[in-house]
């Protein structure tokens, strides 16, 4: 029987508040998604202005950065023309996201989750995660 470490919904709004507070410093109204270590969403929110099209967006990001184990920019950087890792960004119905701004969040080396935001520039994305997931880490 495996035991498995995961996000409660209290712990997904400790992302979301550190996320969205990043995103109100710099000015820019995110879409933040948050899922479990499976990459099934548990909690999402759209700040007012944030883009229409970023909502799917966001949730890939966490789905694939949860599911995948990996940073969505970690692909963005090997999924180029010549590599073996080309074109994954077409796997699992076109889910798998390659943008940055995805981010597993990680316990004790465990995978718990993931957290993913769109609206701004991949950079302010990936800051907006991180800051969401430090905000996590010192308050949980």
Excluded: W
């Excluded at 700040?47 to 890939?60: E, H, R, Y």
């Excluded at 950065?65 to 076109?94: M, Q, W």
């Amino acid at each position: 029987m495996l035991t498995i470490k995961r996000l409660s919904q209290a712990d997904a709004q400790l992302l979301i508040a550190g996320a969205r507070a990043k995103a109100e410093e710099i000015g820019v109204p995110m879409c933040i998604a948050i899922t479990d270590e499976s990459g099934n969403l548990i909690a999402f929110e759209r700040m007012d202005g944030g883009k229409t099209t970023s909502v799917t967006i966001a949730i890939d990001k966490a789905f694939t950065a949860a599911a995948a184990r990996k940073a969505t920019h970690e692909y963005n950087a090997v999924c180029v023309p010549g590599n073996l890792a080309f074109g994954i960004n077409s796997a699992i119905g076109g889910r798998l996201m390659v943008v940055g701004g995805g981010l597993p969040v990680t316990v004790d080396g465990d995978v718990v989750g993931g957290i993913g935001l769109s609206s701004g520039t991949p950079q302010q994305d990936m800051d907006c995660a991180q800051a969401g997931i430090d905000h996590f880490l010192k308050n949980s």
